[in-house]
Nanobody, 115 residues
Framework: QVQLVESGGGLVQPGGSLRLSCAAS????????LDWYRQAPEKQRELVAR???????YYVDSVKGRFTISRDNAKNTVYLQMNSLKPEDTAVYYC?????????WGQGTQVTVSS
């Protein structure tokens, strides 16, 4: 059974940094992409960053230059380094792993950017 566990969220002041981790357990085959999504209160869930199996990366415009997605295949973990955080980055952050057959989601981790 596949499980994704996110960690690293918390309360940070504007301009601060956090690194989110998403550790996968279980066997996952034919991975297409590793994603980070976020959902702020009363807003739709949005794709923040993606890294494909081939290594291509994508970022939503609002985080370009501030966030970096990376992966450690040996640890089955995907990371999201978030720098220069802004109050509008406040949201629950979710990781997703998509394969050719299905997608797996983590439970989410809260990120709050506030002074």
């Amino acid at each position: 059974q596949v499980q994704l566990v996110e960690s690293g969220g918390g309360l940070v002041q504007p301009g601060g940094s956090l690194r989110l981790s998403c550790a996968a357990s279980g066997s996952i085959f034919a991975i297409n992409a590793l994603d980070w999504y976020r959902q702020a209160p009363e807003k739709q869930r949005e794709l923040v960053a993606r890294i494909t199996s081939g290594g291509s990366v994508y970022y939503v415009d609002s985080v370009k230059g501030r966030f970096t997605i990376s992966r450690d295949n040996a640890k089955n973990t995907v990371y999201l380094q978030m720098n220069s955080l802004k109050p509008e980055d406040t949201a629950v952050y979710y990781c997703q792993i998509s394969t050719s057959l299905t997608s797996y989601w983590g439970q989410g981790t809260q990120v709050t950017v506030s002074s």
